[in-house]
């Protein structure tokens, strides 16, 4: 009987966790989510026949989001790398003019597309080697824009005036049939003006005439000293022979807008300049040491408003029909106030919102033509539950409507404005109605933190029950405690087991699971703001936008997890680069608190995370600087003291993708310096750096060979510094010669070279273990294909002996390709806690799916005959295409649109990785390449166990009395 009770309580143990934490694959919307979003919005327009509001992101997309719930109705995206230049809301339908000019479409207010218009040649598109497309495809390098200038006229039928490419054209409406179109001719300056450069012979603005029947194109760029006018007859498109030049005598254009009365207003190197471009008649005023516009500001009915920028300051300008230029008295400060403009009773209103102290908002509305103030004058507006600092300043006011109130008559506002953290925020009549944190649609990095264990999993010290690894005097003490701590856990547990209790009552959202499947996610995105996400549910659990990071945006920003919360606090460390230097940012993970920010003295060229740790559990960064000097976090005595004592050899190395050099290092931690020890130079003019792959750096290996079909092994190459690395020759007749190198990062030694001829677009790379997979397109067979790499160890080595990768011997590579039928945007690759389950590929497609492709698929020693597949031991036969049946897609219907990035972390299970994908949406998920081998199934019969147990216990207590009788009765016989 001694041994059946611990048998008893193990069953009923492993029923009890199953029941309570096994999560299954087919269990859609509970394992997974997804945050969608629209990006950085730019324009937007109130539809006043319904609840929504039209928006045009930098991402590409065109959407209608409620302004009552802030869920997106319809949201739709422009072909890559278009954007909307413009957006026009005329007769319920949102009319889009993208791809610089040559696209016009027009949608329904439901999202269904209207009709579309090609009105020009789609740009050609240059090949892109790059593996990260860029969050943000809109053009900003030009002040005016991509040169495309829209408006409507009004009459028995509305029209839509388009100028771009140095063409007008009108189209109907209601339509989009193309009415006319008039290409537009360009001239040089006359010799002798007084222009300071060649006219670019560019027209930029459209300018419509007071008389309603004509309309005027601008040529305009910075520098010049003339303004080219050209007359376009609005019926027949007929434009004048002869382009008039409007000498600006002194004034040095820097930027031109349009006023919708037939005047022009440049911002000049001396202040503000109209032009009536009937009369060809100059206004001028003079402003001292003017920069430019600090926002551009829409067309209103009969003036335009300009928020110049000066040293130091900004003030605003009204610019009317007679294109007289007087300021214009603001309510709150213009240098911290957001602008936008609006109509109300027929008269043009200017918006000006601003943050102001303890969350509080000031909004205002001025007449442009008398100065009055407009609708609501009330004092601030303090907004409960919404932090407006966590969001930086107001950017710019994207739409705002006045209206009248039925239920009181007073005038009401709502309004949607953009924030400097990309946040679009929504108010109205002085509260905050919704806001949406867009900037996630940008994020760029991203880690993963262990949330910390539960009361019941922790010892009387608050440390985790399994963090004694080592055997030690003080843990045999602990382990009794520990023992009994545990007992009282597993009793606690079956309690709510019989009582019919949720199992997960006792674990918050801010403790560890079981399993470890919930994590907190810290993500930054490209402006510099941190969030912090919770895998399971995908609550945000706080955000920080440090001062640093709203004085400007990072060039480039990483992110490393360097202490655990199974030390007293956890810590990540944020190194962000500005135009003025490095700066370091301590974060404490679990409540987005900034600990410390340091300006650093020394410019970093690379980081080096190591495995050792200071005594309070913190990891050792190296930073290497531009002048071969190490530095170390923490800094001080400490972090040198554990290198030193580590006794470790440190390589690294940099790569320059610009100039094609490749340096390896040697890192002497006890003098904190490094040695240049070998070059390795790809001529950018021979072949440039296109894509890169490295190993993870906590990547676990539990197998160390393939077991052949003879039952004998070939082991595995494992040195951890190799990397792969993909070169492109420049494009010759459409295609490029494609180089995929393993380099040695240790001597300096190229272990491989395999080269592909034809290829086109861009190069993706995935590394893990012993081989390297890559992704491209075979323009020639004009089809993606597939590169697998195996390095295999053929020396007399034993495995178990300590690997050096100075005196390894060469390889054997094994070569394999495959036909893939998919496109791809980028590459990840599983990893799990002890490496043992089967490595994933994590494929993100455009289409938004995220493919699961495990690696067997891909295996270089694939049979290619039936003789062949005998004698190799759990291998599918060699076939040329990757046939990925629909179960391998992750994301099943839950696309993420523009998927940039995909970020994987290891659970506490050994079968389950947990992915975050990051686009234009947020997507997070768990996959089990081997399925979950160490899990119960969803259907297991844990109530038919427990009876089956208790009813075997109760059979061997009878059964061992009626045993007892039975012998007693004998010995009496």
């Known amino acids: 009987m001694a041994h059946v009770w611990p048998l008893v309580c193990g069953f009923l143990m492993a029923a009890f966790i199953s029941s309570g934490y096994a999560l299954f694959k087919d269990e859609a919307g509970v394992i997974d989510w997804r945050k969608q979003f629209v990006g950085k919005v730019y324009e937007a327009e109130f539809d006043s026949r319904s609840k929504n509001i039209y928006v045009v992101t930098e991402a590409g997309a065109i959407a209608a989001v409620n302004t009552q719930q802030s869920t997106i109705v319809w949201r739709h995206l422009l072909p890559e790398p278009n954007v909307a230049d413009k957006l026009i809301v005329v007769n319920d339908l949102a009319i889009t003019v993208s791809g610089k000019g040559t696209r016009v479409h027009a949608w329904r207010k439901t999202g269904e597309l209207e009709w579309e218009a090609a009105i020009g040649e789609a740009p050609i598109i240059p090949p892109s080697s790059s593996q990260l497309p860029s969050p943000d495809k809109r053009d900003t390098a030009d002040a005016y824009g991509n040169a495309i200038d829209t408006f409507v006229t009004t009459g028995s039928s509305a ?409 007293t606090h956890a810590l990540v460390v944020v190194l962000a680069h500005f135009s003025d230097g490095w700066r370091l940012f301590e974060i404490e993970p679990l409540s987005g608190a900034v600990v410390r920010v340091e300006a650093l003295p020394y410019a970093i060229q690379l980081v080096v995370p190591t495995h050792v740790h200071t005594a309070d559990g913190t990891s050792v960064l190296i930073f290497l600087d531009t002048t071969t000097r190490l530095h170390t976090y923490p800094a001080g005595p400490a972090a040198a003291a554990a290198l030193a004592d580590s006794d470790q050899t440190l390589f690294a190395h940099t790569i320059d993708a610009d100039t094609g050099v490749v340096t390896g290092y040697h890192m002497e931690p006890s003098t904190l310096t490094a040695t240049v020890v070998w070059t390795v130079l790809f001529d950018p003019a021979v072949e440039r750096i296109a894509a890169l792959a490295f190993k993870h750096r906590d990547e676990k290996v539990s197998s160390l060979g393939e077991i052949l079909g003879d039952r004998s092994v070939i082991h595995k190459y494992l040195n951890p510094h190799i990397i792969g690395l993909a070169t492109t020759t420049p494009y010759q007749r459409g295609s490029t010669t494609l180089a995929v190198y393993l380099l040695d990062t240790v001597k300096g030694h190229i272990v491989k070279k395999v080269t592909h001829e034809g290829v086109y677009g861009a190069v993706h790379l995935a590394q893990a273990e012993n081989w390297v997979m890559y992704h491209y397109r075979n323009r020639r067979a004009k089809r993606y294909e597939v590169g697998m790499l195996e390095l295999f160890d053929g020396s007399d080595r034993v495995p178990s002996e300590p690997f050096t990768a100075l005196h390894a011997s060469a390889p054997a590579v094994l070569l394999q390709a495959y036909i893939a039928p998919f496109a791809v945007s980028t590459v990840a690759v599983t990893q799990t806690t002890r490496g043992m389950t089967e490595k994933q590929v994590l494929v993100g497609m455009p289409s938004g799916q995220i493919v699961g492709i495990n690696k067997r698929f891909m295996d270089v020693r694939r049979p290619t005959n039936e003789k062949a597949a005998k004698h190799a031991e759990g291998l599918m036969k060699y076939h040329p295409v990757l046939q990925l049946p629909p179960q391998m897609v992750v994301n099943y219907n839950q696309v993420v649109e523009s998927l940039r990035r995909i970020f994987v972390s290891p659970s506490g299970l050994e079968s389950t990785c947990i992915v975050l994908a990051s686009g234009l949406d947020l997507y997070v998920t768990q996959t089990a390449p081997s399925q979950k081998f160490d899990v119960l199934n969803a259907d297991f019969p844990h109530a038919m166990v427990l009876i089956s147990l208790f009813g075997l216990t109760g059979l061997v207590i009878v059964l061992q009395q009626r045993s007892k009788d039975r012998a007693l009765k004998m010995l009496w016989t």
């Open 159 to 567: 029209a839509l005036v388009i100028l771009a490419n140095n063409r007008v054209l009108q189209l109907d409406v209601a339509t989009g049939e193309e009415l006319w179109t008039t290409d537009l001719e360009t001239e040089e300056p006359a010799t002798g003006s007084n222009s300071t450069s060649a006219l670019t012979s560019t027209y930029r603005l459209l300018v419509p005439n007071s008389d309603g029947k004509t309309t005027v194109a601008v040529s305009a760029s910075a520098g010049d000293r003339v303004l080219s006018l050209v007359t376009v007859q609005l019926t027949t498109g007929t434009a004048n022979d002869d382009i008039a030049n409007v000498d600006l005598g002194d004034n040095v254009l820097r930027e031109c807008r349009a006023v919708s009365t037939g005047h022009v207003v440049c911002v000049t190197d001396k202040g503000l300049l109209t032009v009536d471009v009937a009369s060809r008649a100059l206004q001028t005023l003079a402003i001292d040491d003017i920069t430019g516009f600090n926002h551009a500001m829409r067309r209103t009915s009969a003036a335009v408003v300009v928020d110049v920028a000066t040293a130091g300051s900004a003030s605003v300008y009204a610019v009317g029909s007679d294109g007289n230029i007087a300021p214009l008295e603001t309510k709150l400060p213009s240098t911290s106030s957001a602008f936008g403009t609006t109509s109300f009773e027929g008269h043009d209103v200017l918006v000006q919102v601003a943050a102001l102290p303890e969350d509080a908002v000031q909004v205002a509305f001025i007449d442009v033509s008398t100065g009055a103030t407009i609708g609501p004058t009330g004092p601030s507006t303090k907004v409960s539950g919404v932090s407006i600092a966590s969001h930086g300043a107001f950017h710019v006011v994207c739409a705002a409507v006045l209206y009248k109130r039925t239920s009181d008559g007073k005038t009401g506002y709502k309004l949607v404005a953009s924030m400097q953290d990309h946040a679009l925020l929504a108010l109205r009549d002085g509260l905050v109605s919704w806001q949406r944190e867009e900037g996630l649609a940008s994020v760029v990095e991203a880690v993963f933190v262990d949330l910390p264990v539960s009361t019941f999993d922790t010892d009387e010290d608050g440390e985790p029950v399994h963090a004694h690894h080592s055997v030690t005097v003080g843990s045999l003490v602990m382990a009794p405690v520990a023992f009994v701590h545990r007992v009282a856990r597993q009793m606690h547990d079956l309690a709510l087991l019989l009582s019919g209790s949720d199992h997960t009552v006792h674990v918050t959202a801010e403790e560890r699971d079981i399993f470890n499947l919930n994590k907190l996610s810290v993500v930054v995105t490209a402006n510099g703001k941190l969030h912090g996400i919770f895998t399971n549910g995908g609550h945000v659990a706080w955000d920080t936008y440090p001062a640093e990071m709203r004085a400007e945006s990072p060039r480039h920003i990483q992110l490393f997890y360097v202490r655990s919360t199974v030390h």
